[in-house]
C-alpha cells in the first residue's frame, strides 16, 4: 500500500471510541455483538470510504463526467464485492465453526489479518489496469488522476490499521460497519437490498404507484426488465453485470434510488 502517511487529529480517532460506537450501532438497528450483520455492512463502509467518497465523485459529478450515474451503481458494486471477497475470508473459518458469536471474539485476531484482507483489496481495486464492468480501465477513466485515488485509498488503510492497532478489530469492523448502515445502508449486499429490489421491482409492475406522478410511467423499459426474474436475480447477486441501458434506468427513470424502506427498530 506504499508509505503513505497515517492521518492524525484528535476527531478521527474521537469517533472510534467504543461507547459512542455501541451507541450508535444500537440507532441504526445493529447490535454490537452481531458480528455477521456488522461484516454484512463493513465492506459498504469500506467502499464509501476508500473507493466513492474521493476524487472519483469529482470524476463522476464534475461539469465534464467521465462517468455516468449508471456506470457509478455498476462501479461501486464491483468494487464492494472486492472489498467483501477480501474482508469475509479473513474471518471464515471461524465462522465456519461458529466461534464469531459476540465482538469480542474479534479481538482474537491480530491487526495481520486486517491488514492482508486491506493489501489484497487495495491491489485489485486500485490497480490502473481493472477494467470496470463499463469496460474503461481505471487508467482509462482517470488519466493522470489515478495516483490520487490510490493514494487517497491507502491513506485510509493505514488509518484503520492504526486504529486496529490501538484499540481492537473489533473496534474497526464496528465503525466500518456503523459508515456502511449510515451512508449506503441501500447498497447492494446490505442486509437491506433484497428488500430494496422487491420494492424497485414492485414499483415497475404498478404503473399507479405514486413515484410515477412527477415523470409518468416510462414508456419503454431495457430489455433486459422483460424478464421479470432474471432482472431480479442479476440485481440480487450482480447488479454490475448489468447492460449500460439497464443500469442507467435503475438509477434514472426507474428510480431505485428513490426506494424508501423504514428504518430499523432500535436494539437493545
Known sequence: MGSVSRPRGNTFGESFDVKVLDQLLKQF??????????LRYAPLGLTHLAWRNSVLEDW????????????????????????????????????????????????????DVLEGAF????EEVFDPERVLPNGMTLL????????????????Q????????????????????ALRGAVSCPQWWLSPRWPSVVDAFLNRLDDNEDSFWSLGGYPEALPAEFNDRPGIR??????????????AQFCVGPGGLRFIRLEQPLRVG
Open 29 to 38: 438497528g445493529l447490535h454490537p455483538d452481531d458480528v455477521v450483520t456488522l
Open 119 to 122: 493489501y489484497a483489496a487495495d
Open 60 to 111: 463522476h459529478a464534475g461539469p465534464e463526467s467521465r462517468i455516468s450515474d449508471g456506470d457509478m451503481f455498476r462501479t461501486n458494486a464491483a468494487t464492494t464485492e472486492v472489498f467483501h471477497a477480501n474482508l469475509w475470508p479473513a474471518f471464515a473459518e471461524d465462522f465456519a465453526a461458529a466461534d464469531l458469536l459476540d465482538r469480542q471474539a474479534l479481538d482474537e485476531y491480530d491487526v
Open 157 to 176: 488503510f493505514e488509518a484503520l490499521l492504526e486504529q486496529a492497532d490501538e484499540k481492537g478489530v473489533h473496534v474497526v469492523v464496528s465503525w466500518l
Open 140 to 155: 482509462e477513466l482517470g488519466g493522470e488522476e489515478v495516483p490520487l485515488l490510490q493514494e487517497h485509498g491507502a491513506r
Open 233 to 246: 436475480r442479476t440485481l440480487l447477486t450482480a447488479p454490475y453485470d448489468l447492460s449500460a441501458d439497464a
